[in-house]
C-alpha cells in the first residue's frame, strides 16, 4: 500500500547522492522528463503560456488540455521523499476579479511505472503561494512509479530531488504526427492510398524497442514492424490506408505497439478509413437557396455552402456557447447498410464571438437522426475537436437499414459544403408547422380584446406531394381555415387558426389544432393554442394616470395594496453601458411598482377569480448585462428575479406559484375559484399594468340551523358569492389515514367541485334507476358538478369539503323533475298484484324537513353519521339542502310491507342500497319480488354504521341473497331458467 504524507516544510531535507536532484539550469526538459504545455525557462520548469488567456483571466483551468511535467521512472524505497520547490507565478488576470479562484489549481499524481494509470495523490493549490515554498511526499511503499505535476494556472517549479533514477527504464508514448496523443485515428474521407504518420517517443531513460503490427494488413499497414527508439528520442512509423482493399461506408483496424519490455504495456490506436459509394446520394448547395427536401431553422444558403445564419454574438457567444442552437436537417435517406455512411465537408466560419474569453470553446457540431416519420430526435454524435477554418470531413455509420432524416446542429458560426451518403428516397414527403419562421408545438395568443387570428405555414420538407387534414378540438374559441391542404415537395401553406373572442366567456380558452397528413407513414403534428379573456368589468392597475406629480425624482407609497419596500417610481430604460454594469443609465421610463430586495413584498388587493380567470401584467427585470455575469461569478449583482406567491384565505397562507427571470408579459392563472391575493417578492424587478379578475361579488349567506328561503328569494338568479356554514368531513383516524364519509347534498347553485378542490377528494353520486331483470336503483357516479336542485350522495375520502362557492346564480327550489335525464324522479315500473305501484323517487329539498312533514313515515334520508333514517322514527329531522328517498307507498298497508336485513361489512367494501318490497301474507313467494338496489362506490369507515334502517340496508360483498345450485356450489347471479337454492329454498324458474 503507499501511504503518503503531504505538507509544507520550509527545513532542509537530506538528499542522498545518488537520488534526483533537478534544479532546470540547463534551459531544457531535462533527461527522462516529458512535458505536455509546460516548458523549462530562466532556470524553472513553468506551465508554457499561450499568451492572453481568458480562461485563465476568469479563474479557469486553461483550455489548452491536459497539461503536465512528467518525471522519469523513479525507484522509490519505503520511506523515501519526493521533495520539490514551486511557487504560483504572475499572470493570474482577472480571475479573481470574475469570481474564480485567486489559488493556481496544483496537484500532484503518480503512475505505476508502465502502466500511465494516473491517481492524483496531493493537492497543494490552498498551500501555493507567490513564494518559493518547499513541499514533500513520503512513500512506504517499495516500487517503481512515475509522477507528474499539473496546474491550471502559471505555476514554477525551481527543484526536486528524491528517489532513485531508474536509468534502463524506457516508455513509450504513441502520438499523431507531432502534436497530440493518440488512441484513434479517423482518417476522414479517403479517395486514393491515404497515409499518416505516427510518432513513437520514448519519454524515460533507457533505450525503448516495440514491435509495430496491423490486426488487417488488407486494408492498413505499417512501414516497419521493428521500431528501436533511444531514450528522450522518437521514431516515425507510417501508417497506411490501402484504397485498392477496402470497401464502401467504413472500414478500420488496429496499429498495435507491443514494447519487449515487459514492465510496459502496449498501445493500440483504432485506426479508421471511409470509402464514398461512387452511387450515393450528394447535395453541394451550389444553387445558393435551400434544396428541395431540406428544413431549416437559422441556417442560410450562400456562396455555394450552407451556414448558420445567425451566428450568436451576443451575451451567449461571450461565454463560450449560444443564445440557441440551430439545425440543417437533411431530406428523407434510405440506410439499406450498417456499413454505409454519411459525410459532411464542414469548417468553422468565424465570429464566434467571446467565448473563448470566458472559457469557452469554439464551434462545435452535433449530429441526430429521426427514424422516418416519427418526429424524434436521437443523438448520434458531438464531434468535439474544436473546429478550425480549414474544412474537414467528418461522417456517421452503424445505422440499422431503414429512412431516416439528420440534422446538424449547431450553435455558433458553422459552414457546410457538401453532404453526401445513403440513398435519396424521393417518394416520401414530411410534415413541419411553423408559425413565424419557427417550429412551433403550443402558442399563447395572449389576452386580445377582440377576435384575432395567427398564421401557421404547414411546410412540406421533403421529397413527394403531401395532403394534410387540419382540425381543431375547440371550434367554438378557435376555428382553422383551410381544413384540407395539399403541398407540393419543398413547397408551404399558410393556415390560419382565429381566435373568437365573441364567442368565449371569461378565463382560459384552449384547443389543439391537429395537421394530419393523409400518407400513414407521418404522424399527425398537434399545436396547442390558448387565449386568455377577462371580463368587461375586470379589475386594473397602472401607476402612471394616478401618480402624476411635479417633482418625478421622488418615489411615491404604494396606494390600496400591501407593501414592505416596494415604491412607486421611474426605473432607468437600461441602455448603454451603464446598464450592462447595472448600474441604471438611459431616459426614464413610466411609473411602475418597482423593489431593489426579495426580502420585500408587494400584495394586491382582494379580488375574485373563476379558475382558468387569468391575470396579466408587464414585469421589467434590471440589473442585467455585466452586473448579471458578475453575479454569476459570485461577485454580487442584480439579475432581476420574480417570485409570485397566492393566497386563497386573505393571506393567511401562501402557495408558491411561479419564478420569472425575464422581461415581458406574464400571466398568472387562477387554479381555483375563490377570492385570491398576489404576493410578489423580487430583486431588481418593476411591475406595471395588470389586468384580470374583478371585484368580489355580494356575499351571501346559507345556513343548516336557519331558515334560508328569504335570502333564496332576494338573490334568485342573481351572481353572488355565496357562504354556508355546512361543511363535510372524512373521519381522521388519527395517524394521517382518512376513513371515508358519505353525505346527501342539493344546492341552491351549481358547484363544479374541480373548480375548488384537487381531484380525488370527493365522489359524487346520482341515483339512478335500471331498468333490467332486478328492476335496480343504483348510486351512479356523476362527475364533478353538483347541479342547482339536484340531490347528490357525497362521499369526502380525505379532508374536509365546503361548499363557499363564488360567482354562482341561485334557485329559490328544487325542480320535482329533473327533466332530461337519465336520474331518478318518478317511476311505476313495480309490478304489485297485477298493477303497477309508485316505487319513490330521489329528491332534494332546500328547506329542513321534521316529522310534521305530511309524507315523514314515506321519507327516508342520511344522517351525517352515515346512517340512513326514517323520518318518523323519534326526533328525525331532515336539515336543508339534502337529498332524501320519498317511497311513495303507505307502509301500513295490508298490500306492501318491507323486508330489513343487517349484514355486518368489513371495512373497505363497496356498500349496496337494497330495499326489497313484498305482499303480507302466507302465501307471498317473496323471491318473486323485484329487488331495488341502491349502489354506490362508498368505502364505509371501519366500526361505523352499516346498517340501514328500515327500508334500506347494506350487504356484503358477495351480496345479501346467495344462490347456489343443486351441488352447493355458488353462483354468480341469479339464474335466468332451471333450479337453484336461495336462502334454503329450492326455486325453479
Not at 82 to 92: D, H
Not at 519 to 529: C, I, K, N, S, T
Not at 685 to 694: H, K, T
Amino acid at each position: 500500500m503507499l501511504l503518503l504524507f503531504v505538507g509544507v516544510s520550509m527545513q532542509a531535507q537530506s538528499i542522498s547522492a545518488q537520488q534526483m536532484d533537478e534544479r532546470f539550469n540547463d534551459g531544457q526538459m531535462p533527461y527522462g522528463w516529458f512535458a505536455e504545455g509546460w516548458e523549462v525557462k530562466d532556470g524553472v520548469a513553468q506551465k508554457a503560456s499561450s499568451g492572453f488567456d481568458m480562461s485563465t483571466m476568469m479563474g479557469g483551468g486553461g483550455s489548452d488540455g491536459i497539461q503536465y511535467l512528467m518525471t522519469p521512472p523513479l525507484q522509490v524505497q519505503a520511506g523515501e521523499k519526493l521533495v520539490f520547490s514551486a511557487r504560483k507565478a504572475e499572470g493570474n488576470g482577472l480571475g479573481s476579479m470574475m469570481g474564480g479562484s485567486s489559488d493556481s489549481t496544483f496537484v500532484v499524481e503518480r503512475s505505476y511505472y508502465g502502466q500511465h494509470q494516473w491517481l492524483k495523490i496531493a493537492d497543494f493549490t490552498t498551500e501555493m503561494d507567490s513564494v518559493y515554498k518547499t513541499f514533500s511526499i513520503s512513500v512506504d511503499e517499495a516500487g517503481e512509479y512515475r509522477f507528474r505535476f499539473r496546474a491550471g494556472g502559471d505555476v514554477n517549479i525551481d527543484s526536486v530531488a528524491g528517489f532513485h533514477i531508474d536509468m534502463e527504464a524506457p516508455d513509450i508514448l504513441v502520438i499523431r504526427d507531432t502534436t497530440k496523443a493518440v488512441s484513434y485515428l479517423d482518417l476522414g474521407l479517403c479517395k486514393a492510398d491515404t497515409t499518416t504518420v505516427l510518432n513513437v517517443i520514448n519519454t524515460a531513460t533507457g533505450t525503448l524497442k516495440t514491435s509495430a503490427e496491423s490486426t488487417d494488413e488488407a486494408i492498413f499497414t505499417v512501414s516497419t514492424n521493428e521500431v528501436t527508439v533511444a531514450a528522450g528520442d522518437s521514431v516515425a512509423v507510417n501508417a497506411t490506408f490501402k484504397y485498392s482493399g477496402g470497401k464502401s461506408g467504413r472500414n478500420d483496424a488496429f496499429i498495435n505497439f507491443y514494447p519487449t519490455d515487459e514492465r510496459l504495456s502496449g498501445r493500440s490506436i483504432n485506426v479508421v478509413a471511409v470509402i464514398s459509394d461512387p452511387g450515393a446520394w450528394e447535395e453541394r448547395f451550389n444553387a445558393n437557396s435551400k434544396p428541395t427536401g431540406w428544413f431549416t431553422e437559422g441556417w442560410g444558403f450562400r456562396e455555394n455552402v450552407a451556414t448558420v445564419d445567425q451566428p450568436s454574438d451576443g451575451m451567449g457567444a461571450m461565454f463560450g456557447g449560444s443564445d440557441q442552437s440551430f439545425y440543417l436537417m437533411t431530406p428523407v435517406l434510405t440506410v439499406n447498410d450498417s456499413f454505409e455512411t454519411l459525410l459532411f465537408s464542414v469548417r468553422n466560419a468565424g465570429g464566434s464571438g467571446m467565448g473563448s474569453m470566458f472559457g469557452g470553446g469554439g464551434p462545435s457540431i452535433t449530429v441526430e437522426k429521426s427514424v422516418y416519420g416519427s418526429n424524434k430526435w436521437e443523438l448520434v454524435t458531438t464531434f468535439s475537436e474544436e473546429l478550425d477554418s480549414v474544412y474537414k470531413t467528418l461522417w456517421v455509420s452503424d445505422f440499422e437499414p431503414g429512412d431516416y432524416r439528420f440534422r446538424f446542429v449547431a450553435s455558433d458560426s458553422i459552414v457546410i459544403d457538401s453532404v453526401a451518403g445513403f440513398r435519396l428516397n424521393s417518394q416520401a414527403p414530411d410534415l413541419y408547422v411553423t408559425q413565424e419562421g419557427k417550429v412551433v408545438q403550443s402558442l399563447v395568443y395572449g389576452m386580445p380584446q377582440a377576435s384575432l387570428t395567427k398564421s401557421f405555414q404547414v411546410i412540406n420538407t421533403a421529397s413527394d406531394v403531401l395532403q394534410v387534414n387540419v382540425s381543431s378540438t375547440n371550434t367554438t374559441a378557435f376555428t382553422v381555415s383551410p381544413g384540407s391542404l395539399t403541398i407540393a415537395a419543398g413547397d408551404s401553406v399558410q393556415v390560419d387558426v382565429v381566435y373568437n373572442d365573441d364567442a368565449v366567456k371569461a378565463g382560459t380558452s384552449n384547443a389543439v389544432i391537429t395537421f394530419t397528413p393523409t400518407d400513414g407513414r407521418l404522424l399527425p403534428q398537434a399545436v396547442g393554442v390558448e387565449a386568455y379573456k377577462t371580463y368587461a368589468d375586470a379589475w386594473s392597475e397602472d401607476f402612471e394616470p394616478i401618480y402624476v406629480v411635479e417633482d418625478e425624482s421622488i418615489p411615491l407609497d404604494l396606494p390600496e395594496w400591501k407593501s414592505t419596500g416596494w415604491t412607486i417610481s421611474k426605473p432607468g430604460d437600461g441602455g448603454g453601458m451603464m446598464a450592462m454594469m447595472g448600474m441604471g443609465g438611459g431616459e426614464a421610463k413610466t411609473w411602475m411598482a418597482t423593489t431593489t430586495s426579495d426580502a420585500y413584498e408587494l400584495i394586491t388587493p382582494s379580488l375574485q377569480a373563476q379558475k382558468g380567470d387569468v391575470m396579466q401584467f408587464q414585469a421589467e427585470m434590471g440589473g442585467g448585462g455585466m452586473m448579471a455575469m458578475m453575479s454569476m461569478f459570485g461577485m454580487g449583482g442584480g439579475s432581476g428575479l420574480l417570485n409570485v406567491f397566492y393566497s386563497r384565505d386573505e393571506g393567511k397562507t401562501w402557495t408558491y406559484y411561479n419564478t420569472y427571470t425575464q422581461t415581458g408579459t406574464i400571466y398568472f392563472k387562477a387554479p381555483f375559484t375563490g377570492i385570491y391575493n398576489l404576493k410578489f417578492m423580487g430583486q431588481s424587478v418593476s411591475l406595471d399594468n395588470f389586468l384580470g379578475f374583478r371585484w368580489p361579488l355580494k356575499e351571501v349567506q346559507l345556513s343548516d340551523a336557519a331558515d334560508n328561503q328569504p335570502t333564496l328569494e332576494e338573490y334568485y338568479y342573481k351572481h353572488v358569492n355565496v357562504k354556508y356554514d355546512r361543511v363535510l368531513s372524512a373521519q381522521n383516524l388519527g395517524n394521517g389515514t382518512w376513513a371515508p364519509q358519505a353525505y346527501t347534498v342539493c344546492l341552491p347553485y351549481t358547484f363544479d367541485l374541480s373548480h375548488y378542490e384537487e381531484p380525488g377528494k370527493v365522489k359524487l353520486y346520482r341515483m339512478m334507476y335500471i331498468d333490467n331483470y332486478y328492476h335496480q336503483f343504483i348510486f351512479a357516479e356523476a362527475g364533478n358538478v353538483l347541479e342547482a336542485g339536484v340531490p347528490y350522495l357525497a362521499v369526502v375520502l380525505h379532508d374536509n369539503l365546503s361548499f363557499n362557492a363564488y360567482d354562482v346564480q341561485m334557485i329559490k327550489e328544487p325542480p320535482i323533475y329533473y327533466k332530461g335525464s337519465p336520474f331518478v324522479d318518478d317511476y311505476e315500473d313495480l309490478m304489485l298484484n297485477n298493477v303497477y305501484s309508485h316505487v319513490g323517487r330521489w329528491l332534494g329539498t332546500f328547506t329542513g324537513i321534521t316529522t310534521d312533514y305530511e309524507h315523514a313515515n314515506n321519507l327516508y334520508g342520511m344522517t351525517d353519521d352515515g346512517t340512513w333514517t326514517r323520518l318518523s322514527v323519534a326526533e328525525a329531522a331532515l336539515p336543508p339542502f339534502r337529498g332524501y328517498y320519498d317511497a311513495d307507498f303507505d307502509v301500513n298497508s295490508d298490500e306492501l310491507k318491507t323486508n330489513t336485513a343487517r349484514t355486518k361489512r368489513a371495512a373497505g367494501d363497496d356498500i349496496t342500497f337494497q330495499t326489497k318490497f313484498y305482499q303480507k301474507g302466507d302465501d307471498a313467494d317473496v323471491s318473486d319480488m323485484p329487488d331495488l338496489l341502491f349502489v354506490g362506490d362508498i368505502r364505509p369507515a371501519e366500526g361505523g354504521a352499516t346498517a340501514i334502517t328500515p327500508t334500506i340496508h347494506t350487504i356484503d360483498a358477495d351480496g345479501t341473497h346467495r344462490y347456489y345450485d343443486l351441488k352447493g356450489q355458488q353462483l354468480k347471479s341469479k339464474p335466468q331458467k332451471g333450479l337453484y337454492i336461495e336462502n334454503g329454498i329450492k326455486h325453479v324458474r
